[in-house]
């Protein structure tokens, strides 16, 4: 079974400031990909950051990074000069690839910028 | 990105009646589309998987009778929800697969806000 754990329900970061969003996975599966999608209050999913299992590098987008730590089942997101924008609640999702395309979903952090 | 949009965006109904959903991929084909549910503060959780031209799959738990999924077009999926009851209110997210995208990634849309009285 493949399961996604967010521990931090909930986090707010200073507008400037960096903050790391946490995520740890269970899978068997040796080939998959990792998200982070963000959903502000407008409720739409926006893409955040993907990363493919198979690439050591860690993935970057702008102010959005990621430390992928395989072998711990790994996935965290940092964001670094936080943005008022970037108030939202940010889900870390895991898709293996060689199924249907589904993908699970963690239960999500609620991120707060404090201006 | 791929754009893939829902009609309604908000939708009120009495109980009994039956509430109809669309999904569109605007600007590419979706062989599979995926509609899932989310409760205030919490996650997605996956209804089903909608293929075009054949039966939706539905997940544990998920009524099928209930949740009527018709994935008719490359471009066009359906949920509609029948006898709707206040249980039923909920956000209603689909989702499209973009296969000409490499990593397989799924487009959202907007969502439906579904308010059963």
């Known amino acids: 079974a493949q399961t996604v754990t967010q521990s931090q329900p909930e986090m707010s970061v200073q507008e400037a400031e960096t903050v790391t969003l946490s995520c740890t996975y269970d899978t068997s599966e040796s080939n998959y990909y990792l998200f982070w999608y963000k959903q502000p209050p407008s409720r739409q999913m926006i893409l955040v950051i993907r990363?493919?299992?198979?690439?050591?590098q860690n993935a970057t987008e702008n102010r959005f990074s990621v430390n992928f730590q395989k072998a711990a089942k790994s996935f965290s997101l940092k964001i670094s000069d936080s943005q008022l924008g970037d108030t939202a609640m940010y889900f870390c999702a895991f898709r293996p690839s060689n199924t249907g395309n589904q993908f699970y979903f963690g239960t999500g952090t609620s991120l707060t910028v404090i201006p | 990105g791929a754009v893939v949009s829902q009609h309604p965006s908000w939708v009120i109904c009495k109980s009994g009646t039956s509430v109809k959903i669309e999904c569109r991929s605007l600007d590419f084909q979706a062989t599979t589309m995926f509609w899932y549910r989310q409760f205030p503060k919490q996650s997605l959780m996956l209804m089903a998987t909608s293929n075009e031209g054949s039966k939706a799959t539905y997940e544990q738990g998920v009524e099928k009778d209930k949740f009527l999924i018709n994935h008719a077009s490359l471009t066009l999926s359906t949920l509609t929800v029948t006898s709707a009851h206040p249980e039923d209110s909920s956000f209603y997210i689909c989702s499209a697969r973009d296969v000409a995208g490499g990593y397989n990634e799924q487009f959202f849309g907007p969502g439906t806000r579904l308010t059963v009285l």
């Open positions: 990363q493919e299992a198979y690439k050591q």
